[in-house]
């Protein structure tokens, strides 16, 4: 699971944020499924060579959002999910962004940025 998480040095996006987004991902495509045991923070920072605090920071966000539970002894698993949209209509969706985002004259990097923002605003 480790090798599906990769640090891009020349990405601009702080690790921490680069670490949570590809879980993400994993999670919510299915190749993370419920109850799968992530490895541990320093295990993690280790292997992407961050700071354990880095990857803690990643953790305690998927944590917050719910995609993912920690406990003592059981380590930290992948939480169960509310059935959600499938990736096929949220594809639809963020095609549908990007195109409307393209008409007011943002590039794609420029629509992801600020759709970033707004969610970390929702998620207050």
């Known amino acids: 699971m480790d090798s599906l998480v990769i640090i ?3 990405d601009t996006t702080p690790p921490f944020e680069q670490v949570r987004r590809q879980l993400t991902l994993l999670i919510e495509t299915g190749e993370l499924v419920t109850d799968e045991r992530l490895p541990p923070v320093r295990r993690m920072a280790e ?4 700071a354990v605090n880095t990857v803690a920071r990643a953790y305690k966000e998927l944590e917050a959002a719910g995609l993912i539970t920690t406990r003592r002894g059981a380590g930290t698993r992948v939480a169960p999910r509310a059935a959600t949209a499938e990736p096929a209509e949220l594809e639809a969706a963020a095609q549908d962004y990007l195109s409307r985002a393209a008409e007011l004259g943002a590039g794609p990097d420029r629509a992801v ?3 970033e923002i707004v969610a970390r605003r929702t998620q207050r």
């Open 113 to 115: 940025q600020i759709l």
């Open 47 to 50: 292997d992407l060579d961050l």
């Open 8 to 10: 891009d040095p020349e």
